[in-house]
């Protein structure tokens, strides 16, 4: 039975513990690149914000306990020669504690209380139960005792600085349970029929539902696909704030946004058995467009950033979502996204192209979804083919749509716009041999190092095939041992831990496996697969990876690599089924 199924075990040191749906997590990670001794519950919920400590302490001395802790996606522990901590997920805003042989201290993570900061601390009357009220969230956190003693309570209704927590020990039965709960302003008190191993069977199953219909062709060749859907499954959050319906997160950790371009991959992930939540997450910045059509930066819980734009991949995306989503889309959706694509290519046609100019512009490398790439060097407001390329993509994306809701018209000029935007990106910003970029304010042009300057190899079938064959010919002066370097390990400009100007991504990864594959190269798609699965199935799923020695760097739960590694698995496991004659790096 699937609710017998633990899962995989991860270190919470790279991963939080947490479950589909919730706003907090379970993580020694307290803030970006920052490790607490302790694990907390950390908060997403106006922030990232580390709320509670929760210390184990030896039952006899009252001493901090000796522990390591072991997490599955269902239970959460702390073990030690005297006893054990367990916490699960009763609800996504809910955890159940049972202790035996260990006690365990709950404290607020901040000592200091200010009439802006802090948290706050007392009892609530007639019950027993104590409640932190966190300044930071805006949230209540209350500890309801189901059994056992509190051995210690300190800092009920202290003003200032001081330590405020309870401490929750074994009565005479040797056992105690505890339920914490995230909630806002009021809510009744705490009951539940539920043992506490019927929760933490109930958590198995749901996660290896979850499992089940995001990566059914699993087996002993991916044996990262489970931790994969972990990550995914265990970043999603119920719709609260600005997230205006189920999400996934890039990160428990300290990428808690859905940037507009991530959440292409998650959905393209989930969409063969998760398509409702697949349709949310291509969706959700399109809730958040603008009245000049285009999409935020990025969206959270309370923040939604209009600074900068993401690159349009979503004609891209779409394409691809509808051919892996299970049914068609209604003519409802059809009609909604046809009408959101089309004033988000408007905007690039309109705001962000320069009078007379054919091709759009990038004002930042943060429009491009590579920051720093080193493209961006000689100038920020420039001209490039990757734009160019994923805008015609998204051109033809919209022509098709077009003619499958009967405007032939329509189909017509955005078939005409994207063989323009196309002509003029081979006109303009092709050698002969490689792409230039150009500045949006000038003529001046400039190569680089990065992998950047290839992406138009995104264009597949579509690109003339001398061309692609040049492409692909530098594509593969990146591929190291692990990957696709995002710029040359030859260049001077490389750093090995210099976010776009050197680690392996796996967007790129994904769009140029993707474009590759669809232009006929087929062996240099096949290695770069079998290279990024063999480095997520070493190093896990960070933001991304050191290209030269495969650590992985930054984030270490990163949902977009998760979800590039699970389509590239399905991809490589449905073609060992159809071809049996090719090899396992196929």
Not at 457 to 474: C, K, N, T, V, Y
């Amino acid at each position: 039975m699937t609710a017998a199924r633990s899962g995989p075990a991860f270190s919470v040191h790279d991963i939080p513990f947490s479950t589909h749906g919730s706003w907090f997590g379970i993580s020694p990670v307290v803030a970006e690149k920052t490790y607490a001794e302790d694990l907390h519950l950390v908060s997403h919920q106006n922030g990232m914000h580390a709320v509670l400590r929760l210390v184990p302490l030896d039952a006899a001395t009252g001493d901090r306990a000796e522990t390591r802790v072991e997490a599955t996606p269902g239970l959460l522990s702390w073990i030690s020669p005297a006893g054990r901590v367990g916490l699960a997920y009763e609800s996504p805003d809910t955890v159940r504690l049972r202790g035996t042989g260990v006690a365990l201290r709950i404290t607020a993570a901040a000592t200091a209380l200010t009439p802006f900061s802090g948290t706050y601390f007392y009892r609530e009357p007639g019950t027993e139960a104590y409640v932190f009220t966190s300044y930071e969230t805006g949230r209540r956190y209350r500890i309801t005792i189901l059994s056992g003693t509190v051995a210690e309570a300190s800092g009920t209704q202290t003003l200032g600085s001081g330590d405020r927590g309870v401490t929750i020990g074994a009565g005479s039965g040797g056992v105690w349970e505890a339920a914490v709960e995230e909630y806002d302003t009021a809510r009744r008190s705490y009951t539940s029929s539920a043992t506490f191993d019927g929760i933490v069977a109930a958590a198995r199953a749901a996660f290896a539902a979850f499992t089940d219909a995001v990566a059914p062709w699993r087996s002993s060749a991916t044996p990262a696909a489970e931790l994969a859907a972990y990550v995914l499954w265990s970043a999603a959050v119920d719709p609260k704030g600005f997230v205006t319906r189920p999400a996934v997160l890039m990160s428990k950790h300290w990428m808690d946004k859905v940037w507009s371009w991530d959440h292409c991959f998650n959905a393209l992930a989930l969409a063969p058995g998760q398509p409702e939540l697949a349709w949310d997450q291509f969706s959700l910045p399109f809730d958040h467009q603008d009245e000049s059509g285009a999409l935020p930066d990025s969206v959270t819980h309370s923040e939604v950033l209009h600074n900068f734009v993401k690159p349009p991949i979503h004609g891209w995306a779409l394409r691809h979502l509808r051919r892996r989503l299970p049914a068609p889309l209604t003519p409802a959706q059809l009609t909604e996204a046809y009408d959101r694509l089309t004033r988000w290519t408007d905007f690039w046609l309109t705001a962000r192209r320069a009078p007379g100019a054919t091709l759009p512009h990038y004002q930042h490398g943060n429009d491009s979804g590579w920051d720093n790439a080193t493209t961006f060097d000689p100038e920020r407001v420039v001209v490039t083919a990757d734009l160019a390329a994923f805008l015609t993509l998204q051109l033809r994306e919209l022509a098709a749509m077009a003619q499958e809701l009967g405007m032939p018209d329509d189909a017509r000029r955005w078939l005409r716009t994207a063989g323009a935007t196309q002509a003029a990106m081979l006109d303009e910003l092709w050698t002969g041999d490689r792409f230039v970029a150009r500045s949006a304010g000038g003529g001046d042009t400039w190569s680089s190092a990065s992998l950047l300057d290839l992406m138009p190899i995104a264009l597949g079938e579509h690109l003339p095939q001398d061309m692609s064959a040049a492409l692909a010919d530098r594509i593969e002066a990146h591929l190291t041992p692990h990957g696709l370097a995002t710029e040359q390990p030859t260049s001077p400009h490389y750093l090995s831990d210099g976010y776009w100007r050197g680690p392996i991504w796996a967007p790129s990864t994904v769009l140029v496996e993707d474009g590759l594959r669809r232009a006929g190269h087929h062996r240099l798609a096949d290695e770069i697969s079998a290279r990024f699965r063999a480095l997520c199935e070493t190093s896990g799923f960070a933001e991304n990876f050191d290209a030269l020695t495969g650590t992985g760097l930054r984030d270490r739960a990163y949902t977009w690599t998760a979800a590039g590694y699970l389509l590239l698995a399905e991809a490589h496991a449905l073609r060992c089924r159809t071809e049996p004659a090719r090899t396992a790096a196929g």
